[in-house]
């Protein structure tokens, strides 16, 4: 009995450990080229530029107690558009029952909007109740630990599609390690199993923690800075971040953002705010802070930049 009480604690401090791993490795910033394989509007391709997809991913742990030791929020977007996500997911991990595979329980949420950024904002998590979260459960994904990737994702033919039309259901297969992250999405008839898309995303970039800067623009029409009103907002990384624009007057603008991916002097860091013409190379108007800096400012009279980091201990932005 002993012998025996020593295996099985054995194998649930490995199950937990296999848990945190895939916490640690999941969490982070991914941009991912996304490209359409095969498309039964489009026929066969042969990854056609014109269908390819920046994807930016963010997945970062949340604290909901009740739902387990271990979740994590997801949040997807095409890398121009951060304000309107197209999938927010929280996922919880738990051991699944082969050796070295954690089951991934997916839950999305009745009402997206309200949630979005939450690994940014504790608070508004605190405030997750059962009655905010849909559950998948025949969407759960399986991950098995090989080495230092997990590799895996649904099983069966259970996970439906909900896009109107007929039936189809969809295979999800995902491989994560410290410097890659692949995901391929199979799209499938329900009634013969025939294959109607295939989306693969892949990236060999290792994932970061940069901030999120909230940049607000205002314009002038007459020039000056007293008549300065509200004209967009942007969320920029300070890893290269970027956003476009464009002014009632008709100019095309895009907004770079540089921290510790400082593109100079390696010895000189420093949060740099960057303001050029779309297609030109070379920006017309710059903002330097420190590195840590939580606010950066750029001020031109008729144009005006401000960006203030959003604070992981509050629901608010800085101002």
């Given at each position: 009995?002993?012998?025996?009480?020593?295996?099985l604690?054995?194998a649930?401090?490995?199950?937990?450990?296999?848990?945190?791993?895939?916490?640690?490795?999941?969490?982070?910033?991914?941009?991912?080229?996304?490209?359409?394989?095969?498309?039964?509007?489009?026929g066969?391709?042969?990854?056609?530029?014109?269908?390819?997809?920046?994807?930016?991913?963010?997945?970062?742990?949340?604290?909901?107690?009740?739902?387990?030791?271990?979740?994590?929020?997801?949040?997807?977007?095409?890398?121009?558009?951060?304000?309107?996500?197209?999938?927010?997911?929280?996922?919880?991990?738990?051991?699944?029952?082969?050796?070295?595979?954690?089951?991934?329980r997916?839950?999305?949420?009745?009402?997206?909007?309200?949630?979005?950024?939450?690994?940014?904002?504790?608070?508004?998590?605190?405030r997750?109740?059962?009655r905010?979260?849909?559950?998948?459960?025949?969407?759960?994904?399986?991950?098995?630990?090989?080495?230092?990737?997990?590799?895996?994702?649904?099983?069966?033919?259970?996970?439906?599609?909900?896009?109107?039309?007929?039936?189809?259901?969809?295979?999800?297969?995902?491989?994560?390690?410290?410097?890659?992250?692949w995901?391929?999405?199979?799209?499938?008839?329900?009634?013969?199993?025939?294959?109607?898309?295939?989306?693969?995303?892949?990236?060999?970039?290792?994932?970061?923690?940069?901030?999120?800067?909230?940049?607000?623009v205002?314009?002038?029409a007459?020039?000056?800075?007293?008549?300065?009103r509200?004209?967009?907002?942007?969320?920029?990384?300070?890893e290269g971040?970027?956003?476009?624009?464009?002014?009632?007057?008709?100019?095309?603008?895009?907004?770079?953002?540089?921290?510790?991916?400082?593109?100079?002097?390696?010895?000189?860091?420093?949060?740099?705010?960057?303001?050029?013409?779309?297609?030109?190379?070379t920006?017309?108007?710059?903002?330097?802070?420190?590195?840590?800096?939580?606010?950066?400012?750029?001020?031109?009279?008729?144009?005006?930049?401000?960006?203030?980091?959003?604070?992981?201990?509050?629901?608010?932005?800085?101002?």
């Amino acid at each position: 009995m002993a012998a025996l009480l020593g295996v099985l604690l054995a194998a649930a401090a490995a199950d937990g450990a296999d848990v945190e791993a895939l916490q640690r490795l999941w969490s982070g910033v991914r941009d991912s080229s996304e490209q359409v394989v095969v498309s039964v509007e489009g026929g066969a391709s042969g990854w056609p530029l014109l269908s390819e997809r920046r994807v930016r991913t963010i997945v970062a742990p949340v604290r909901v107690a009740w739902l387990g030791a271990h979740v994590l929020y997801l949040e997807e977007f095409l890398e121009d558009d951060p304000e309107d996500p197209r999938r927010q997911l929280l996922l919880a991990l738990e051991p699944a029952g082969p050796a070295h595979a954690v089951r991934v329980r997916l839950f999305s949420f009745a009402r997206p909007r309200l949630w979005m950024h939450l690994n940014y904002r504790p608070r508004l998590a605190a405030r997750l109740a059962w009655r905010d979260l849909v559950a998948s459960p025949d969407c759960d994904l399986t991950l098995t630990r090989v080495g230092e990737q997990f590799q895996g994702g649904t099983l069966g033919a259970h996970c439906l599609d909900g896009s109107p039309g007929e039936a189809r259901y969809l295979d999800y297969q995902l491989v994560i390690s410290q410097e890659l992250y692949w995901y391929r999405r199979r799209t499938l008839r329900q009634s013969d199993g025939e294959l109607q898309e295939e989306v693969i995303g892949f990236n060999r970039f290792e994932p970061n923690e940069a901030r999120l800067y909230a940049c607000r623009v205002a314009w002038s029409a007459s020039g000056a800075a007293r008549d300065l009103r509200p004209l967009v907002r942007l969320d920029l990384y300070e890893e290269g971040g970027h956003g476009r624009f464009v002014t009632p007057d008709g100019r095309a603008l895009e907004l770079t953002l540089h921290g510790r991916d400082w593109p100079f002097a390696l010895d000189r860091a420093a949060l740099i705010l960057l303001l050029q013409e779309q297609g030109h190379d070379t920006p017309f108007a710059t903002a330097w802070a420190h590195v840590g800096a939580q606010q950066i400012a750029l001020e031109l009279g008729w144009l005006e930049v401000r960006c203030g980091s959003m604070v992981p201990d509050s629901d608010e932005l800085a101002q």
